[in-house]
């Protein structure tokens, strides 16, 4: 008998493909959980994307469920505890999309400094005069600060560096200085603010990463700093930002991620100043989609066959932060 896989939502083709040679592939009505939970008596495995959550509520309907697979790289919206305690292995595609994310950091960065959409607007707006005004500044010889650094902070270093000659420091406690990375500084979270130019975030939503960066972090931020968020919107305090950005606390935002996806009308982020707001794409070029999609099909169609996987998510432990 084949086995069933859910997709929550649409993946690449090519992994599509995959999958359809050794198991039935089932695409779910909508992200909803109560949609989710109607396959779970039926499935072996799920592959989840962004917006979708599987919750204990899943795991204890799903008999036959032996694999979770993550199209991306957080694992927020999967209960690790519930998924440990039934026996479900959990992959990811972590290193998969780095790239794609690090450059669209890299494209934040150019746009926020050089203010190229309060250029395009005022180009619109018949605003000549603006061009004396909005030219921004060089990050040559600047100073980013990166929170975490997995595989795309240190992406997103190596092209700081080696691209455009800036100084980098990071904060990671999980990581030793030096390792697998770039020559990069590591510091602790205050010195880093205290001295970046520019602030990016990658690090992974956890109980300990919910609002890292909050109005306290803000304001010990320079004036004329920029903060980058293509990790998870709950990580940075979205009300704390939109305010530091009104009082010229900090000088922009560029936000990939929102607390809430999409963010309703009303969040005052999206009214804030000096802000460069973009969907949660940083990870959907073709590229990236394409290595990701065969990434966790592979992965999902070892664990059926009773094999490892290679992007395995480690199980949680007691101190919240996976093993």
Request: proline content about 6%; charged content about 20%.
């Amino acid at each position: 008998m084949r086995p069933v896989v859910l997709l929550s939502e649409p993946i690449h083709p090519d992994g599509h493909r995959l999958l359809e040679q050794r198991a039935t592939v089932t695409l779910a009505a909508s992200v909803d959980p109560a949609s989710l939970l109607e396959h779970a008596e039926q499935v072996d495995a799920v592959i989840l994307r962004a917006r979708g959550r599987l919750d204990r509520a899943f795991f204890r309907r799903a008999p036959r469920l032996k694999v979770v697979g993550r199209y991306g790289v957080g694992v927020d919206n999967v209960d690790l505890d519930a998924a440990a305690e039934h026996g479900v292995t959990v992959v990811n595609t972590a290193g998969l999309n780095a790239q794609s994310v690090a450059e669209h950091t890299i494209a934040m960065m150019f746009a926020l400094a050089r203010r190229l959409h309060r250029q395009d607007r005022a180009v619109r707006e018949r605003d000549w005069s603006a061009r004396d005004a909005l030219g921004g500044s060089e990050l040559a010889g600047a100073t980013v600060g990166v929170i975490g650094f997995g595989s795309i902070g240190r992406a997103v270093a190596a092209i700081c560096l080696r691209g455009l000659g800036m100084r980098v420091l990071y904060h990671d406690p999980f990581r030793a200085a030096g390792a697998d990375g770039p020559a990069a500084s590591p510091v602790s979270l205050d010195d880093l603010l205290r001295h970046s130019d520019v602030v990016s975030v990658h690090v992974p939503l956890t109980p300990q990463t919910r609002h890292l960066v909050g109005a306290a972090q803000l304001r010990a931020m320079r004036r004329h700093a920029l903060l980058i968020n293509v990790s998870r919107g709950a990580v940075v305090d979205e009300d704390a930002l939109a305010a530091a950005l009104a009082d010229g606390t900090i000088a922009g935002a560029g936000l990939d991620v929102f607390a809430q996806e999409p963010p309703e009308p009303s969040t005052p982020i999206l009214s804030a100043p000096n802000t460069l707001l973009t969907p949660h794409s940083a990870a959907l070029t073709e590229q990236a989609a394409r290595r990701v999609s065969v990434g966790v099909a592979t992965d999902v169609l070892a664990v059926l066959d009773g094999l490892p996987a290679v992007r395995a998510v480690p199980k949680p432990t007691t101190t919240g932060r996976a093993a």
